[in-house]
């Protein structure tokens, strides 16, 4: 299939002689086809995430991964070291706590992340907005020179988030629910607040396998087709995290003894077909499934 | 492209003399653009007209049936390369591979599952299709009493899967009139297949590895009468599949290429990643789909794939509005309001149930938008909320007159105060907070 097209490229993390101190860097995009066709060979990147506030954590990972889960920074370094991810990505859970103020927290956990690790940083911020301009800026500020990814932009919410990967050199994820013509708005909105095309990357939001996952898997087919038609506000990367996956019934009331493999199961079906569809970045939790994942994308890229 | 009415007509021989069942060769015509009558019902017709009108008025992919009774598979005529262009119409057999060579016992245990293992979900039934019955043992006599083992027990549709003709005609002999699917045809043998495709009246895979092999093997296994077909297209790897896939979609239904218009067979044992080959599959084109046998989070999760994917995306999945109880409630456990978009819906009820919170979830008709949306449309709005707790009973439900709105209907939190007389509580956004926000607010 021939298009008019193609992806804009992201990078994300820095290097020393970018004014970082990422050991890896990473770009996405550029693709000029569907996914895993011929001239788009480009391998999705895996995000492992991780958090700084287990409370609302699926118990299947913290008990898979272990006690490094109490501390963020070495949970960051067995993702990179043991499990072999392409990209960490920080939830801090810690900002969702009702009458949240420890903004200093925030600053500790990201430097101890970016202490524990070499790889490129998602940061998650908070999610609420009477704290979402203190919160962002702080994250911004910790990861300056880092070229990180700072989530999450919403079409009622971008200000902030957005100010401060301005400020700081971040791109930023730009979140819609489901909806092609609200994300290509958002990206609009985005763009005339200065954030250059080439620092979002689109989350059309991803539902859990079963609980409404043909839509996004679908809204993503959509970005990605008008992308390659030619519309440049759509023609970012994709980013997929299918979050709930480990919160359904399937999961959680899966037979003991295969409720580890359901899990991992349930996240590599959503990842793997968000890839299929276009995403550039899957992002998952059980640690298990990012091995899976990466041997499933290796056969498609034709590497293995 | 289809052709118009006209067009058909000006080939049709214009006797008028009704006995394709029609008053007229214009009526006949009318009824053949519209896919409503066979070409073939004229018995006047020429060769080249035949075959012009064939093509050009089948569905640009063959419906076949593998099978028979309720459980019979029926795959192809699709029509688009996206779901969003329409939908997929045929969900892929999923077909669990037995070879000759396991144990009476081995057999009996793996059909069996089949047979009867069934998950529901979303309000349908979902199992695995049938076996892919492969002839490993080379014998034709172990081959045959397999087959039998398996006929004696289950109704399952069946692939038989051989090189050899011999070896599939003796598994024929036990299932050959229950339509199975013979695996697969060369260019090297494949007169010899049709001829036990016709003699059984069974459905016959052709196998070659590009459009153009495809192509031709299909047009000559035509010629020797089997129409019935499904194509191999024997990639050795997912990426090439993929490719091969694609390009046969787009070919069959453009019809650029109307040979290759039939459904596509995916082995994913063949695989050195059969899991990823089995999502692929059902995600771009397979239409019969071989896997190992597949234990519970498998199975669950590959239905589930395919349930999704063969969901017709025109239907917003909507909940039907009503007042929920989680978790056994009492008159004084808290009442939440969320939206019937069912993605919501599901969403928010998986993290109640997870964190055992007794509570009423009372689910307003948005016509399927989320809080979001609806918000922003103005559909989730005060009088909304005030038609809902009286239509469904909260005011009798609880004993006291708090309700939880969603973080995202902050904006609407004032006047649905004002107009319900309830007091209201704005809620987290992220349904993964709902728990610590309802241990904390209304503990
Ligand atoms: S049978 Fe053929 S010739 Fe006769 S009316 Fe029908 S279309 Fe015309």
């Known amino acids: ?7 804009d490229r992201v990078h994300i993390g820095a290097t020393k002689q970018e004014g970082g101190t990422r050991s890896r860097v990473c770009t996405v995009g550029g693709a000029k086809n569907l996914p895993f066709l011929e001239g788009a060979s480009e391998m999705p990147l895996i995000a492992l995430e991780i958090c700084d506030d287990t409370g609302s954590w699926s118990p299947i990972v913290l008990a898979y991964t272990g006690d490094v889960t109490r501390d963020a920074g070495e949970w960051a370094k067995k993702a990179e070291k043991e499990f072999g991810a392409d990209l960490v990505r920080l939830h801090l859970t810690s900002t969702r706590k009702r009458g949240f103020s420890d903004v200093r927290g925030v600053r500790t956990t990201i430097e101890a992340v970016l202490q524990g690790t070499g790889l490129p940083l998602i940061i998650e911020g908070s999610n609420e907005p009477s704290v979402d301009s203190e919160v ?30 301005v400020a700081f050199g971040h791109g930023v994820i730009a979140q819609s629910p489901i909806d092609i013509n609200l994300a290509k708005q958002l990206n609009i909105l985005l763009h005339e607040i200065g954030m250059p095309h080439d620092r979002i990357v689109i989350d059309p939001f991803t539902g859990a396998l079963g609980y409404g996952f043909e839509y996004s898997y679908s809204v993503m087919e ?41 899990a991992v199961m349930w996240e590599f079906c959503a990842a793997f077909s968000a890839a299929v569809a276009g995403a550039e970045i899957v992002c998952v939790r059980h640690p298990r499934t990012l091995e899976k994942l990466k041997k499933g994308f290796a056969h498609l890229a034709g590497e293995g | 492209m289809a052709l118009k009415a006209l067009d058909i007509y000006k080939i049709l021989p214009k006797k008028n003399c009704k006995e394709c069942g029609f008053p007229t060769c214009l009526a006949f015509a009318m009824k053949i653009a519209s896919g409503k009558a066979d070409p073939a019902t004229c018995p006047y017709l020429d060769e080249e007209t035949r075959q012009k009108l064939g093509a050009a008025t089948r569905p640009p992919i063959r419906l076949v049936r593998i099978g028979v009774g309720p459980r019979k598979v029926v795959v192809g005529e699709e029509t688009v390369l996206f779901r969003h262009d329409k939908t997929f119409y045929h969900p892929p057999g999923l077909m669990v591979e037995i070879p000759d060579t396991w144990s009476p016992g081995q057999v009996k245990v793996v059909a069996a599952q089949i047979e009867n293992e069934m998950f529901t979900r979303v309000g349908q039934d979902l199992f695995l299709s049938g076996v892919a019955i492969r002839n490993v043992s080379g014998a034709a006599d172990t081959f045959q009493k397999t087959v039998a083992a398996i006929e004696e027990m289950v109704s ?3 692939i038989l899967i051989s090189d050899h003709p011999e070896v599939l005609e003796a598994g024929l002999i036990e299932c050959g009139t229950y339509r199975p699917l013979l695996c697969a045809a060369t260019d090297a043998n494949y007169t010899s297949f049709c001829r036990l495709a016709t003699k059984f009246g069974c459905p016959l895979t052709v196998r070659a590895g590009s459009v153009e092999g495809l192509a031709n093997l299909t047009t000559k296994c035509v010629q020797e009468g089997v129409e019935d077909l499904v194509m191999d297209p024997a990639a050795t790897t997912p990426r090439e599949f993929l490719a091969l896939s694609t390009q046969i979609r787009k070919a069959a239904i453009e019809r650029t290429v109307p040979a290759v218009g039939y459904p596509v067979y995916c082995d994913t044992t063949t695989y050195p990643d059969p899991d990823a080959a089995c999502a692929l599959g059902v995600l771009k084109y397979g239409s019969l789909i071989v896997t190992r046998p597949l234990e519970y989070s498998r199975k669950l999760a590959f239905l589930t794939l395919r349930q999704n994917i063969y969901t017709d995306p025109q239907k917003p999945i909507q909940m039907a509005p009503g007042l929920y109880p989680v978790n056994s409630p009492g008159r004084e456990s808290p009442l939440l309001i969320t939206v019937n978009f069912s993605l919501t819906y599901f969403t928010v009820l998986g993290y109640l149930e997870g964190a055992k919170i007794p509570c009423h979830l009372l689910v307003v008709d948005t016509e399927g938008l989320s809080v979001l949306t609806a918000v922003a449309a103005g559909k989730l709005n005060e009088t909304l909320v005030r038609e809902s707790l009286k239509k469904f009973g909260a005011e009798e439900a609880v004993s006291h007159r708090t309700l939880v709105l969603p973080g995202y209907a902050a904006p609407i939190s004032g006047r649905v105060e004002e107009m319900t007389g309830w007091k209201v509580m704005v809620g987290p956004r992220d349904a993964a907070d709902l728990p610590e926000f309802l241990e904390k607010e209304m503990g």
């Open chain 1, 222 to 262: 959509r970005i990605r087709t008008a992308a390659l038609k030619g519309d440049t506000d759509l023609a970012m990367p994709m980013i997929s995290a299918a979050a709930d996956s480990l919160n359904i019934k399937e999961v959680r009331e899966a037979p003991q003894e295969v409720r580890d493999e359901t």
């Open chain 2, 156 to 158: 399952l549709p069946e």
């Open chain 1, 136 to 165: 962002f800026s702080a994250c911004g500020e910790a990861a300056a020179g880092e070229r990180a990814l700072l989530g999450t932009a919403e079409a009622d919410r971008y200000r902030s988030v957005a100010a401060a990967a």
């Open chain 1, 1 to 7: 299939m021939t298009w008019s097209g193609e992806i």
